[in-house]
């Protein structure tokens, strides 16, 4: 399984960047897709995540801001970015979980920097 994340960049506090996340397999066989950020010294965080029955989930720091989808026939997740925070700047990965007779697969996409600055 193979996860490409895009669309990171520069952004102004207050703008907008959307994410997308192309898996190589259908993103129906995961049991969560989701999003994680990195920011230098700090821990890996959720950012948010959707599971396969469609429900989400936010980090409070992002609710209200970001939103996930995923569009199935493009087997791709994508996370819109609103109001964009200097505190956001991250490096942002993309994760998929799959399971499979009792055990878990987690897999990671390589990530995408996203820097928000004036």
């Known amino acids: 399984v193979q996860l490409q994340a895009s669309g990171g960049g520069l952004v102004q506090p207050g703008g907008s960047l959307r994410l997308s996340c192309a898996a190589s397999h259908s993103i129906s066989s995961f049991s969560v897709m989701g999003w994680y950020r990195q920011a230098p010294g700090n821990q890996r965080e959720l950012v948010a995540e959707?599971?396969?029955?469609?429900?989400?989930n936010y980090a409070d720091s992002v609710k209200g801001r970001f939103t996930i989808s995923r569009d199935n026939a493009k087997n791709t997740v994508y996370l819109q970015m609103n109001v964009l925070k200097p505190e956001d700047t991250a490096v942002y990965y993309c994760?998929?979980?799959?399971?499979?007779?009792?055990?878990?697969?987690?897999?990671w996409g390589q990530g995408t920097l996203v820097t928000v600055s004036s």
């Open positions: 994760n998929a979980v799959r399971n499979v007779f009792g055990s878990r697969y987690v897999y």
């Open positions: 959707m599971a396969s029955g469609g429900s989400t």
